[in-house]
């Protein structure tokens, strides 16, 4: 009998490694990307290079961490259960609740951007019914299968891959070779020409506006960790994860910091704000006059892609809180095609709710998803923190796991800890920036409500 009901509550490994590598790409690779980088060219300038290369290095000592303990132990919702077992319980159920809140608020976030990006091709269409549209969709694409899923988010994240890559080669061929130029090469000069107010034509900013655009960097980041849930889906998963992330993380830094690089060196850095989505200028800059058309389908794909994975990975979460009785039962009920159907629904659910209000109440879609992304951004850090930690404890208390493992994290532990304490500053630099001091307010709120319910509940005790 207990075998029966444990079967009933496992979810079956039905993904291949690539879609697993496309669902970390896709988490990662979004409207932070298309939409992030005009605030953090405003804030730093062409320094901002630097600021996705160094926070895509913290990203790289987290994935690590994670794969060094997903080796051993892969399966669903891996990161939390790494958090509660070498850390607190606590620990753990701050980082599944912190996933399911992210995701929420990230999925109301990518669908207001989705129906405006809509409005471009259809501008007299109700917000409303687009949005209903859009969410039902993705509905029925998580609740088909995971791999139907994963297949939905292999395509979303390719036309992103391809996109990013084909416009760094353009942008390369007119930096060096005058491609679209007359064959006149623009350069580097752009890197250095345009001083700031720091005086710096490299960091505009000063160290201040170089630290407070490592905030919006870090959130446009979030989502890489998808690796710890989808890894209790895929076949073959030690496999699956020494591959993903060794090529998901290179190919993230080359696709940021390749896509950042050709941005600030074909346009002065205080010329982009007044002229759109530098992904569109650039296209346009060598002569691809449906530029604006081009993007605007990659931007939606990317707004529907991140809507999509934050459905998959806040409803794998709410499965997991409901096994263990966190949350209420009916979310652990698993359907006949072997997914977490009402989880899903609950998920959505609140995305909806979200949308809704936005709706009624918000002044502008531009202002809502600013202000509901960055909200995120806080507790979307949770994941990090508790993988540094655990995986401490883990390489503490498993030192004959360890002995023979083949994809151990570099510099233990000075890499943890120096991790870390980058992670922290740039919270407490979210603070002092006028621009993130709210959102990241609701974000502490949020963490500080959830450490209450638990306390409340559980008390202090180790093992609930």
């Known amino acids: 009998m207990e075998t029966k009901n444990k079967a009933k509550t496992a979810l079956k490994r039905s993904m291949t490694?690539?879609?697993?590598?496309?669902?970390?790409?896709?988490?990662?690779?979004?409207?932070?990307?298309?939409?992030?980088?005009?605030?953090?060219?405003?804030?730093?300038?062409?320094?901002?290079?630097?600021?996705?290369?160094?926070?895509?290095?913290?990203?790289?000592?987290?994935?690590r961490a994670l794969g060094e303990m997903l080796y051993v132990n892969p399966g669903t919702g891996s990161f939390a259960d790494y958090a509660t077992e070498y850390v607190h319980p606590l620990a753990g159920y701050l980082a599944m609740w912190a996933n399911v809140f992210e995701y929420i608020v990230v999925g109301m976030s990518e669908v207001v951007a989705a129906t405006e990006y809509?409005?471009?091709?259809?501008?007299?269409?109700?917000?409303?019914?687009?949005?209903?549209?859009?969410?039902?969709?993705?509905?029925?694409?998580?609740?088909?299968?995971?791999?139907?899923?994963?297949?939905?988010?292999?395509?979303?994240?390719?036309?992103?891959?391809?996109?990013?890559?084909?416009?760094?080669l353009l942008g390369l061929g007119l930096i060096f070779f005058?491609?679209?130029?007359?064959?006149?090469?623009?350069?580097?000069?752009?890197?250095?020409?345009?001083?700031?107010?720091?005086?710096?034509?490299?960091?505009?900013?000063?160290?201040?506006?170089?630290?407070?655009?490592?905030?919006?960097?870090?959130?446009?980041?979030?989502?890489?960790?998808?690796l710890g849930i989808s890894a209790g889906e895929v076949a073959n998963p030690k496999q699956a994860v020494v591959k993903s992330v060794k090529s998901v993380l290179m190919r993230i830094l080359i696709f940021y910091v390749g896509a950042i690089f050709v941005i600030v060196t074909i346009y002065p850095w205080n010329k982009l704000s007044g002229l759109g989505s530098p992904f569109v200028t650039t296209f346009a800059k060598v002569g691809i006059t449906a530029a604006a058309s081009i993007i605007?389908?990659?931007?939606?794909?990317?707004?529907?892609?991140?809507?999509?994975?934050?459905?998959?990975?806040?409803?794998?979460?709410?499965?997991?809180?409901?096994?263990?009785?966190?949350?209420?039962?009916?979310?652990s009920h698993i359907s006949k095609r072997i997914v977490p159907n009402y989880a899903i629904y609950g998920i959505t659910s609140g995305i909806l709710l979200g949308f809704s209000l936005d709706t009624l109440v918000a002044k502008s879609a531009g202002d809502m998803f600013v202000v509901v992304?960055?909200?995120?951004?806080l507790p979307g850090m949770i994941p990090w923190f508790v993988i540094l930690w655990a995986e401490l404890r883990f390489r503490r208390n498993n030192p004959a796991l360890l002995k023979d493992h083949p994809f151990k994290l570099p510099l233990y532990p000075f890499s943890n800890y120096f991790a870390m304490a980058m992670l922290i500053l740039i919270v407490v630099c979210m603070f002092f920036n006028p621009d993130t001091r709210i959102s990241v307010i609701v974000g502490a709120a949020v963490l500080l409500i959830t450490v209450i319910v638990y306390l409340f509940r559980y008390g202090l005790k180790t093992n609930k």
Request: charged share 10%.
């Open 296 to 331: 605007n389908f990659v931007v939606l794909t990317a707004a529907l892609s991140g809507a999509n994975s934050g459905i998959y990975s806040s409803s794998r979460m709410l499965f997991k809180l409901a096994t263990e009785n966190n949350a209420p039962k009916i979310f």
């Open 17 to 63: 490694a690539g879609q697993v590598e496309m669902i970390s790409l896709g988490g990662a690779i979004g409207v932070g990307l298309f939409m992030g980088s005009t605030s953090t060219i405003k804030w730093t300038g062409p320094s901002v290079i630097l600021s996705y290369a160094f926070v895509g290095l913290l990203l790289y000592i987290v994935m």
């Open 373 to 377: 992304f960055s909200s995120s951004v």
């Open 178 to 226: 005058g491609l679209g130029n007359s064959g006149h090469p623009i350069g580097l000069s752009n890197l250095w020409d345009h001083p700031g107010k720091s005086g710096n034509g490299f960091f505009t900013g000063g160290w201040q506006g170089f630290l407070f655009s490592m905030s919006v960097v870090a959130g446009s980041y979030e989502g890489i960790e998808l």
């Open 118 to 168: 809509l409005r471009f091709w259809w501008p007299k269409a109700p917000t409303w019914i687009a949005g209903v549209v859009i969410i039902f969709l993705l509905v029925l694409a998580n609740i088909v299968s995971a791999k139907a899923y994963g297949a939905l988010e292999f395509w979303f994240a390719m036309i992103k891959v391809v996109t990013i890559i084909v416009m760094i």
